[in-house]
């Protein structure tokens, strides 16, 4: 019993020792755009519909190209594991290598291709203009963004994650200011509304991506970066063979962000501000994901490290120190949402209506933090073991099944935009239920421990 809970106690220390950072920088990172949020609501109300429109398309593109960094990540940290120095300077030396392709690809089709996306969407041709406008002055990011992601791995995987924190408060900082003076023309600068939204976090990526890069080639810590000499002769098929578990991590995110978009187009067809609701409600559970996801990201990484060292305990007890983490941030949600609602939501917008009536998405989507951190710390665990295809399947079954429940409780229930939370709430659920299952199993039974 003493050496378990002295197993327990190293677990819970090396997760936070890599995850605290993480958090940080991406409670940050959210604050700023709940800032963003709370100045474009205040400015318009239609500019909070906007952001329902517009954040979650640009997300998962930005998710794609983050998942296949997901695959170096698990093969990298699979390396460290298990001492191979050759192996970790092949895949980390690629990943720097061949970063930039999709990115560029995909900065091409939102500053030129927008307006057909946003059609396809059904957004009302009243919010299209703004949409547009939005994903072209953002758009630039992507120029950066395979970088940030390749060294986000680096920075990870060499357990060595201060910088990101730091990363994220000088471009968060940055971006909050840029937008307090493009959005409302403060300082003698014209009043852009939702561009100066967007400009103001071109703006802010691009210093703090000066200051990372600085990071990455002076910090004396960064174990799995790779030499000069492996980055340049770094070949393709390096890249491409941890793309392949990236890419179902990609495929993933993008069926859970093509069901994200199918559940706004059902939103937008019950009206105008339905969309701005779920992105009000959404954007506060951000909050307490962020957290979670955080969590899951430093489960990957010791949990690949496990599998490395064919270490059982270490990839249990990782995941179990994880997940009751996630049951402590999912609690204090629950308690926010019950204690102090109309405070939280009043925030984002000065709609009484809209105030008076959206308490009880806040407290369905905190119950549901349950099913999702489940989802985020097992299947972070599961994607470690080198099986990035199971979470892809299940969020194939997913996918079909949110949509599927959102046009029932909508359209023949009637429920209206509860019916669209009752959806996701049930969705989570069943797939924690089965992601669980398969955790078992992996830990039980899986070669992958030696057996």
Same mark, same amino acid.
């Given at each position: ?268 067809? /019950? ?5 701005? $609701?779920? *992105?009000?409600? #959404?954007? &506060?559970?951000? !909050?307490?994901?962020? =957290?979670? @996801? ?101 969020? /194939? ?5 949110? $949509?599927? *429940?959102?046009? #029932?409780? &909508?359209?023949? !229930?009637?429920?209206? =935009?509860? @019916? ?32």
């Amino acid at each position: 019993m003493k050496e378990k809970i002295q197993n327990y106690r190293t677990y819970f220390a090396r997760l936070l020792a890599l995850a605290v950072p993480l958090i940080l920088s991406n409670i940050i990172n959210q604050v700023q755009m709940l800032i963003d949020r709370i100045f474009l609501g205040q400015a318009n109300t239609l500019y909070m519909a906007v952001l329902g429109n517009t954040m979650s398309p640009l997300w998962t593109t930005m998710s794609v190209c983050f998942s296949i960094a997901t695959g170096a990540s698990i093969l990298i940290s699979q390396s460290v594991g298990a001492k191979n120095d050759a192996k970790k300077e092949e895949y980390s030396g690629a990943l720097l290598k061949y970063c930039h392709i999709l990115p560029f690809a995909l900065f091409l089709l939102w500053f030129f291709g927008s307006k057909p996306i946003f059609r396809l969407m059904g957004v009302s041709e009243n919010l299209i203009g703004m949409c547009a406008d939005y994903t072209r002055y953002s758009s630039p990011v992507f120029l950066v963004l395979g970088m940030g992601c390749s060294w986000t791995v680096i920075f990870q995987t060499s357990n060595h994650t201060k910088h990101l924190a730091i990363w994220s408060v000088l471009r968060s900082c940055m971006n909050i200011f840029l937008d307090w003076v493009l959005i409302f023309g403060n300082l003698g600068f014209p009043s852009m509304g939702i561009k100066g939204a967007a400009l103001g976090t071109t703006i802010a990526e691009y210093l703090g991506g000066m200051y990372l890069m600085f990071a990455y080639f002076r910090s004396g810590k960064l174990n799995t970066r790779p030499s000069m000499s492996a980055v340049k002769g770094a070949k393709l098929k390096s890249y491409l063979h941890s793309a392949r578990l990236g890419i179902n991590t990609a495929l993933e995110d993008f069926c859970w962000n093509f069901g994200n978009l199918a559940i706004i187009r059902i939103l937008n067809s /019950i009206n105008e501000l339905a969309a701005g $609701i779920y *992105s009000i409600i #959404f954007g &506060v559970e951000v !909050l307490a994901v962020v =957290i979670i @996801g955080a969590l899951g990201n430093g489960t990957l990484t010791l949990a690949s490290e496990a599998v490395g060292q064919s270490d059982r305990k270490q990839f249990k007890g990782v995941c179990a120190a994880a997940y009751a983490l996630s049951l402590a941030v999912t609690l204090a949600m629950i308690l926010a949402s019950i204690l102090c609602p109309r405070w939280i939501i009043s925030v984002f917008t000065k709609d009484r209506g809209i105030i008076a009536t959206s308490g009880i998405y806040l407290l369905l989507i905190s119950v549901n933090l349950i099913s999702k951190s489940a989802n985020i710390v097992i299947g972070s665990a599961i994607r470690g073991s080198g099986d990035t295809r199971w979470m892809f399947f299940t969020q /194939i079954f997913g996918t079909v099944f949110v $949509i599927a *429940s959102a046009c #029932f409780f &909508v359209y023949t !229930l009637e429920l209206g =935009i509860v @019916g669209v939370f009752l959806a996701v709430i049930v969705d989570e659920a069943v797939r924690a239920a089965i992601n669980f299952g398969k955790f078992v199993r992996i830990y039980k039974k899986s070669p992958v421990f030696g057996d």
